[in-house]
């Protein structure tokens, strides 16, 4: 996702909200907090509904017999 979020011209708030409603690699919050940050957002909260959780590879073969 790097590259593609973006800001509008113009005065940025003190702080932020940032909402994701599912957080799968966090990507996306990282690159939106650093768009934020570069516009000259003093504070990010960062809020998901979601998260997904990596699966050892021993659970990904299933229940056993």
Avoid: W
Wanted: aromatic share 2%.
């Amino acid at each position: 996702v790097s590259g593609r979020f973006t800001t509008v011209e113009g005065k940025m708030p003190e702080s932020v909200l940032l909402v994701d409603d599912v957080l799968t690699t966090g990507s996306t919050m990282d690159e939106c907090g650093k768009m934020l940050r570069k516009a000259g957002v003093e504070q990010i909260t960062a809020v998901t509904v979601c998260a997904v959780r990596r699966m050892r590879s021993a659970d990904r073969k299933g229940p056993r017999a």
